[in-house]
């Protein structure tokens, strides 16, 4: 990753740890208008710094459904999921994953249809 890039990520991670501190945000939401916007790589990389670079409890949740990639791309296992806990077929607490870095993740799984 470029530097010029690894120093966005770390910027608008101490912005939201801000927030979070000053303005008592609770949540963000990353989007993108096409698969391949880079959406999965912002939201996993900005997690991670805000958790350990600013130090705040983060739990990072996959929504994307069509193209999960945050399991992939942390090398998770994806057999619990966000739509297993949604559907009650477990608890919450089996589903979120700890990484060794603190980092709380809940992943998604792709949609079969």
Excluded: W
């Amino acid at each position: 990753m470029r530097q010029e890039a690894r120093e966005n990520y770390r910027k608008t991670a101490f912005v939201l740890a801000q927030s979070a501190k000053e303005k008592g945000v609770r949540s963000v939401m990353f989007t993108g208008a096409s698969p391949g916007a880079g959406v999965t790589t912002s939201a996993v990389i900005v997690a991670e710094q805000v958790q350990t670079l600013e130090g705040l409890k983060t739990l990072l949740v996959d929504l994307n459904c069509r193209r999960p990639g945050v399991a992939k791309r942390l090398h998770l296992d994806a057999s619990k999921t966000f739509e297993d806990f949604a559907e009650s077929r477990y608890p919450l607490s089996e589903c979120i994953q700890k990484l060794d870095n603190g980092l709380s993740v809940l992943p998604a799984r792709k949609n079969s249809t």
